[in-house]
């Protein structure tokens, strides 16, 4: 059990962060056990192409990157300053990390070390930039082309997790965001059973949490005392990321709203933008557009702006006739 007590500083310093450099590592995850990630299995048909067709290699990648996940060494996937820097400026971190401390984290792994790793722990600066090498050429080939839809359903995630905030107040962040994952009277828990941890975040640097698509249905927690503590967790609708068929409406609520309609509030179980709704239904975006505006008139959708990206969410409403 992973026990994590929270004070009124750390609580109010949590936040939210996006990761391209963690996206890739689990993705080589799902690539070396994808039975055991299936809902990716449309991702990793795709992915192996474009790496085979670009002639990406990645083996010192490949080789730190093993299973299970807990075994990751933390410069591989240190939590970002910046709520979504790009891939560039989290390279250039990974690049910057000092010697003393790769092999710090490389003594964690276990012996013997597969032979590049060995290499990167004998002279960590230009194993580093090997390592940033391939990371970028991973990323351009197979989770570049689709970060669109990725990123989507990560600000859908942290948008949802913000409204319930405001709804229900900051205990609310952690309702339902792992099934690992309980909060109590300011106390977190993260079950596990490699052995017992309990920290008390008094540093002021409160949680980075940090919503992967590829460590579905798993997580990773990072608390060592000198490190800023987060949590990589699944952002809830990954079963719908690779999906083309679509959702579907109630016939019911189809012969009221209009089937157009309806398929675009079943749609939304997670926030989307009209561009995404598009591409999903096959509709223009203009006439997406149109029947969005009238779903918000009606009370049935809200509409959040995250950056330069607009997102339509159900409102209560909409999840209440849904439900009917």
């Given at each position: 059990m992973l026990t994590l007590d929270f004070s009124a500083q750390d609580l109010a310093a949590t936040r939210f962060a996006g990761s391209r450099v963690v996206e890739v590592v689990m993705s080589v995850q799902v690539l070396k056990?994808?039975?055991?990630?299936?809902?990716?299995l449309p991702w990793v048909r795709r992915a192996r192409?474009?790496?085979?067709?670009g002639r990406v290699r990645y083996e010192l990648l490949s080789q730190l990157v093993p299973m299970p996940a807990w075994h990751l060494p933390q410069f591989l996937t240190a939590l970002p300053a910046a709520t979504a820097p790009g891939i560039e400026a989290e390279l250039a971190a990974l690049t910057a990390t000092a010697p003393a401390v790769v092999r710090a984290e490389l003594d964690?792994?276990?012996?013997?070390?597969?032979?590049?790793?060995?290499e990167l722990y004998?002279?960590?600066?230009?194993?580093?930039?090997r390592l940033a090498g391939e990371v970028r050429a991973y990323w351009s080939a197979a989770v570049e082309p689709y970060w669109g839809r990725i990123v989507r359903l990560v600000e859908g995630e942290i948008l949802y997790r913000a409204r319930r905030m405001a709804a229900d107040g900051p205990a609310a962040l952690f309702d339902g965001l792992h099934p690992k994952v309980r909060w109590q009277d300011g106390r977190m828990t993260v079950a596990q059973q490699r052995y017992e941890i309990e920290r008390r975040l008094d540093g002021g640097r409160g949680l980075v949490l940090v919503p992967s698509v590829f460590i579905w249905p798993g997580m990773v927690w990072q608390v060592e005392p000198e490190g800023q503590p987060g949590l990589v967790y699944p952002p809830r609708g990954v079963a719908t990321l690779w999906e083309s068929a679509g959702a579907t409406a109630p016939d019911g609520l189809a012969g009221v709203l209009g089937r157009t309609r309806a398929r675009l509030l079943a749609e939304l179980e997670s926030p989307a933008s009209t561009s995404e709704l598009a591409a999903r239904t096959g509709g223009s975006p203009a006439n997406v557009s149109h029947h969005?505006?009238?779903?918000?008139e009606a009370g049935l959708l809200a509409r959040?702006?995250?950056?330069?990206t607009v997102l339509y969410a159900r409102t209560e409403a909409a999840e209440l006739l849904l439900r009917g």
């Open positions: 056990d994808p039975g055991a990630k299936a809902v990716h192409e474009r790496l085979a067709a964690l792994v276990g012996q013997p070390l597969p032979p590049l790793v060995a004998a002279d960590p600066v230009p194993g580093l930039e969005l505006t009238a779903l918000r959040h702006r995250t950056g330069r």
